[in-house]
């Protein structure tokens, strides 16, 4: 039985700055010009720097991370929406809609960016296991 159980929500937010998606191109070998380049960026239909959309999945991983229990992720499913930009304050919902039995749950998965009138930047799916710590 997950400890996260249907309609368990948790957030998590992050501001997500040039410095961070430079040190992402680093971490991740990701110099696509597209993210690391701002005037190569400024030719393209963005019109300015984005960053990786990992970036923003990754703040759902920390909305995840909220929920009740040790949620260990299982799988994800992401449809990227809208760019992220440098400056750009990204907030991130999970919301469990199923137990799916055993210890797995689905879960809905949303990044806004709210200074942008809340404009959805990415939206999916995840199943994660929920269990509890093993010291409780």
Do not use: K
Request: without cysteine; proline residues 4%; negative net charge.
């Amino acid at each position: 039985m997950p400890v996260a159980t249907t309609d368990d929500t948790a957030t998590a937010e992050r501001t997500i700055t040039a410095d961070a998606i430079d040190a992402f191109a680093e971490i991740s070998g990701d110099h696509n010009p597209i993210h690391t380049d701002e005037t190569y960026a400024d030719e393209t239909m963005f019109g300015g720097r984005i960053a990786h959309g990992i970036l923003s999945a990754g703040v759902i991983s920390a909305a995840l991370a909220e929920l009740p229990g040790d949620v260990i992720y299982l799988s994800q499913d992401l449809s990227f929406e809208a760019p992220v930009r440098p400056g750009d304050r990204v907030v991130a919902t999970a919301t469990v809609v199923e137990e799916l039995g055993g210890d797995r749950v689905r879960v809905e998965t949303t990044a806004t960016v709210p200074d942008r009138e809340e404009e959805t930047v990415l939206t999916g799916e995840a199943v994660v296991l929920s269990v509890l710590h093993e010291s409780d």
